[in-house]
């Protein structure tokens, strides 16, 4: 599962990379400011879910000895990687309205914020399964 994981999170990685580039490179003479912002800020959240990713993925190598707590670490990249789909995605198809205008794009607004809450309750499962995994050394 971990390598999984770790797979999706470097694809989205460079997948980030790429697109950042496209936006500072061809998107800043076709869409507007606002729009060119929109559409760093999914590229900046990506780019941190996948490092995200990948570190929960080396989490997960490392402690392979949890025992009962495999569920909390899978929700958490689930989570993850939901987020990145619906609020990076969102983002980036509210950017390319500014030239394309296609009439569904209005379903876009409200799916940016369930991306959000994705990635609060992917932080929060890990975070949970850190608290509940007490060991002393």
């Not at 797979?7 to 003479?29: Q, R």
């Not at 670490?73 to 980036?92: E, Q, T």
């Not at 975070?127 to 002393?136: C, S, T, Y």
Request: glycine fraction near 10%; include cysteine; charge should be positive.
């Amino acid at each position: 599962m971990s390598r999984k994981i770790l797979l999706w999170g470097i694809g989205f990685a460079l997948l980030s990379v790429i697109l950042g580039a496209f936006g500072a490179h061809a998107l800043k003479s076709i869409v507007p400011l606002d729009k060119l912002q929109i559409f760093e800020t999914g590229v900046r959240y990506e780019f941190m879910h996948a490092m995200a990713l990948i570190f929960l993925s080396l989490y997960m190598e490392q402690k392979q000895t949890i025992i009962g707590h495999e569920n909390g670490l899978k929700w958490a990249s689930l989570f993850f990687l939901i987020g990145i789909f619906l609020f990076s995605g969102s983002l980036y198809g509210l950017t390319i309205s500014a030239f394309l205008n296609p009439t569904w794009i209005s379903i876009l607004g409200p799916i940016t914020p369930l991306g959000g809450l994705c990635f609060m309750l992917g932080w929060l499962s890990w975070g949970r399964v850190v608290f509940l995994h007490k060991v002393d050394k």
